[in-house]
C-alpha cells in the first residue's frame, strides 16, 4: 500500500463524519495533539545535531543530517478459487499451479494501479493537525500521569495478532507532525493486541518514537524497522532514513528490534514507472540493481556498527525480483484479497494459498531460502465514493473485516503463517491522496477508538 502523499492539507471533516457518533470524542471528533517531541523525550546521539548549551535546538525533527565515513551514495478474471475457510488450516496442502496466480497477480496490479497506490515515491509525511489522533487520556485510562506504563487494559482488546502494520500519525515527510505522547498511546493500545509491529520507513524519527514509547509504556513489543527508498531521486531518500537508523540503532541498541526492511513495493513501482509487468524481466532487473544497493549498504552500515539484524525487503505478493530475494534474510509479501475481486467469505484461504504458491515456494527455490511471511493482509471497512464500496462480491464495511478476522487471525496462527494485519489505524491523509478505501483499512478509527468488531481469543 502506498505511503506518498503531496504536500496539500487534507480536508478532514467529511472523515469525522464518517465516524460513528457512538465512536466520537467530542463536538465534530477534531482530537487535541500533542506538542512536537524533542530530544528531551527521546534520547538522541550527539550527530542528530542542535548544541543545547549554545541554544540550538536538539529536536530530532529539526535536525541536520550529517554524512558518515562508511556511507556509500548512488544513485477480468478472478480466478476460480472456491475453497473454504476451515480447509486452508491444513499444513502442507497440494500448492496450486502458480501460473494461476501469475494471472491473478496480474489483476492486483491492475486494481493497485487502478486505486492509484505504490507510485514509488518515500514515505511522505503530514502535519499534526491532519493526524486524526487523541490525547492519551481520551482513549487510554492510565493511572498514573507521569508512567505510561500504568495504564489499564480494555476488555475487548486481545492479544490475537501474529503482527500489526502501523505508521505513527504525522509521520509523513516533510511535514513530520508526529509525537510521542500520541505514539505512547498507540503503543499502549496495540501492545494489547499483538507483540509485533512493522514499520514503512524511518523518517519523521518514528523509529525512535516507537522505540522510546516501549520503553516507556514497559512492553512486550517488538518491531520491525525500515527504510523506504525511492528510485528516482539519486539515494536521496534512503540516505536520510539510513542515518536516522543509525542513530536509532546507536540510541536503543536491538532488543526491541527484529529485524530491518528495505523497500516496500519497490520492484512493483520501478515496473509500473516503466511500464514493464514481469518482475524477473530486464527492467525488473535494472530496478533490483538500484534496490540491492540500498539493501547491501544497510548491510554495510549493521556490520560496521557491529549489529547483527536481519535484512529483508517488502513488495507485493507476485512481485518479488528473485535477485532481490536472494540477497535478503526474509521476504514480506503484500496480500490483499480485496484487490484481487475476492469474496470476503473465501478471503482467508485465498489469502494463505496465494501467499503459499507465490511467495513459500519462491523462497524455498532460492538456495538462501529467505524467511517469508505477509507483510499486509485486511478488510476495508469504508470508501470516500460510490463506485469503491465494493470489490465485485463483497463489500467494505465493518462486518466484512469481522468476517475476515474471524476467518483468518485465529486460523493463521494456528497454521504458523507469520502475518502482519494491515493496518492499526485508519490514515487519513491517504482519504484525499487517493480517495475510495484507501484510508479506511484500521482496526481502530484514526481517533483511536475501536471499530464496531470483536477482536477473537485465540489462546
Known amino acids: 500500500m502506498s505511503r506518498y502523499r503531496d504536500n496539500s492539507q487534507p480536508d478532514l471533516q467529511d472523515y469525522y463524519d464518517s465516524i460513528p457518533p457512538a465512536h466520537r470524542l467530542s463536538g465534530n ?223 536503543y541498541g536491538t532488543d526491541n528490534i527484529i529485524g530491518v526492511t528495505v523497500g516496500n513495493e519497490f520492484i512493483l513501482d520501478y515496473l509500473d514507472d516503466n511500464d514493464a509487468t514481469d518482475p524477473n524481466s530486464d527492467v525488473g532487473n535494472t530496478g533490483a540493481e538500484i534496490l540491492l544497493g540500498f539493501i547491501n549498504d544497510t548491510k554495510t552500515m549493521l556490520s560496521n556498527m557491529s549489529i547483527s539484524l536481519s535484512v529483508g525487503n517488502a513488495d507485493a505478493g507476485s512481485y518479488f525480483n528473485d535477485l532481490v530475494l536472494e540477497d535478503v534474510d526474509y521476504g514480506m509479501a503484500n496480500v490483499h484479497p480485496w484487490f484481487a475481486n475476492v469474496s470476503v467469505d473465501d478471503a482467508a484461504g485465498w489469502t494463505w494459498l496465494f501467499f503459499q504458491d507465490n511467495d513459500v515456494e519462491l523462497a524455498e527455490s532460492l538456495s538462501n531460502n529467505p524467511s517469508m511471511s505477509i507483510a499486509e493482509t485486511g478488510w476495508p471497512t469504508n470508501s470516500t465514493d460510490a463506485g469503491n464500496e465494493t470489490n465485485g462480491p463483497s463489500n467494505a464495511t465493518e462486518a466484512n473485516l469481522q468476517t475476515f478476522i474471524d476467518t483468518f487471525v485465529c486460523q493463521a496462527n494456528a497454521n504458523g503463517t507469520e502475518y502482519y494485519f494491515f493496518e492499526a489505524f485508519d490514515e487519513v491523509w491517504k482519504l484525499e491522496e487517493f480517495g475510495g478505501v484507501e484510508g479506511y483499512w484500521g482496526l481502530f478509527y484514526s481517533n483511536k477508538t475501536l471499530k464496531d468488531i470483536t477482536i477473537p481469543d485465540c489462546s
Open 29 to 251: 471528533d477534531t482530537p487535541s495533539h500533542s506538542p512536537m517531541t524533542t530530544s528531551n523525550d527521546i534520547p538522541l546521539s550527539p550527530r542528530m545535531g542542535g548544541n543545547p548549551a549554545a541554544g540550538e535546538s536538539t529536536t530530532a525533527l529539526n535536525a541536520p543530517y550529517t554524512d558518515t565515513p562508511h556511507r556509500q551514495h548512488f544513485g477480468d478474471r478472478r480466478g476460480e478459487f472456491q475453497a473454504t475457510n476451515d480447509t486452508w488450516m491444513e499444513k502442507s496442502p497440494p500448492k496450486s499451479k502458480k501460473t494461476r496466480y501469475i494471472v491473478i497477480g496480474g489483476l492486483v496490479l491492475a486494481v493497485l494501479i487502478g486505486v492509484g497506490v505504490a507510485l514509488g515515491v518515500v514515505l511522505s509525511k503530514k502535519n499534526s493537525s491532519s493526524s486524526g489522533s487523541s490525547t492519551s487520556s481520551s482513549v487510554v485510562n492510565q493511572t498514573d500521569p507521569n508512567d505510561p506504563s500504568t495504564f489499564q487494559k480494555d476488555s475487548r482488546l486481545k492479544q490475537s495478532f501474529y503482527g500489526l502494520a502501523y505508521t505513527p500519525a504525522g509521520s509523513q515527510y516533510p511535514d513530520c507532525g508526529n509525537s510521542l505522547d500520541d505514539v505512547i498511546t498507540d503503543i499502549q493500545l496495540l501492545s494489547q493486541l499483538t507483540t509485533r509491529i512493522r514499520l514503512y520507513g524511518a523518517d519523521c524519527n518514528q523509529s525512535a518514537l516507537v522505540l522510546e514509547a516501549i520503553k516507556q509504556t514497559k512492553v512486550n513489543m517488538s518491531v520491525v524497522i525500515a527504510n523506504y527508498p525511492i528510485a528516482t531521486d539519486d539515494g536521496a531518500a534512503y540516505e536520510r532514513q539510513a542515518l536516522v537508523i543509525e542513530d536509532t540503532l546507536t540510541t
